[in-house]
């Protein structure tokens, strides 16, 4: 039975596990394993996630669970994203979720944040908590990889009200070297974009996807779907299989910086 959700679509037999490790096909029905499996759950500053235009100073509830369809060496999330079945969790459905996140609006809650690790593989889990958390006029915003069919996005949109995605690279071959399809990640940020509040985040990684040629293409491309879509640019430190890189020098990332803001209006470089 193939897997729907995002571009792999993994072949699974009864009982079998995808690739993200959070999808497996039960009784002839492809779900994810991970429904409702917290393994991380905090009230962050909106900023954080990062998102500097969608309700700044405010704060939001945000949950991971485990597993993630692509395989970034650089992971700073990789004892939950790189985990299967066997991450330690706690049981939160989707009705426990709404009322965590409703008890926090006194200080300051907006809504549910899915992230840490990658939250479209959880699709069912995600569309039944995005519905709910809507349905009591709470916000519901995803950080993602991007890396989902058209389909299900489609289907999944009408419940979102802000995305940050990554844009990791602006070439296939960086897609290559973390897993990935360009196109399939373009094209979510052009549908998303139509739908709700959508900001940027590409990591810079020396000698990786550092030249000033990809930051022009792409920003010019931002540009083109919207110049008013915020990009953050962030440092690489050494983390998970590349402990031995340098951490991305603070020039670099304000020539990069520099490059993106003659195109878009909005271009953050953190630590810089
Ligand atoms: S979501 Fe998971 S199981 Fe489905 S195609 Fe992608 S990697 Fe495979």
């Not at 704060?59 to 485990?66: A, H, K, M, T, W």
């Not at 890189?245 to 209006?265: H, N, V």
Request: charged share 20%; hydrophobic share 35%; proline share 6%.
């Amino acid at each position: 039975m193939i897997c729907e959700i995002c571009p792999r679509h993994c072949d699974l037999a009864p009982g079998q596990t995808g690739f993200c490790r959070a999808r497996t096909n039960i009784e002839n029905k492809i779900i994810c394993s991970n429904y409702g499996r917290i393994t991380s759950l905090a009230l962050d500053p909106i900023e954080k996630k990062p998102l500097s235009g969608f309700f700044p100073g405010k704060r939001i509830l945000s949950v991971g669970s485990f597993g993630c369809n692509l395989r970034c060496p650089f992971c700073q999330n990789h004892e939950i994203s790189m985990a299967g079945d066997e991450a330690q969790s706690v049981y939160m459905p989707p009705k426990t979720l709404l009322e965590r996140a409703s008890e926090l609006v006194p200080q300051g809650n907006i809504g549910v944040a899915f992230t840490y690790n990658e939250p479209l593989i959880s699709y069912e889990y995600l569309l039944d908590c995005a519905k709910l958390l809507k349905s009591q006029g709470l916000k519901v915003v995803l950080v993602t990889n991007g890396m989902i069919c058209k389909e299900p996005l489609k289907r999944l949109l009408p419940y979102v009200d802000a995305m940050n995605i990554d844009l990791k690279g602006f070439t296939q071959e960086y897609y290559n070297f973390v897993g990935g399809d360009l196109g399939v990640v373009l094209e979510t940020i052009e549908l998303a974009a139509k739908s709700c509040h959508v900001e940027i985040s590409t990591l810079i990684i020396t000698g990786k996807n550092d030249s000033e040629n990809e930051m022009r293409a792409l920003s010019s491309w931002l540009a083109s779907v919207d110049p008013e879509i915020p990009l953050h640019l962030q440092r690489f430190f050494p983390r998970y299989k590349m402990q031995d890189s340098y951490p991305t020098d603070t020039e670099t990332m304000r020539r990069l910086r520099g490059i993106a803001a003659e195109r878009l209006k909005y271009v953050y470089a953190d630590n810089c």
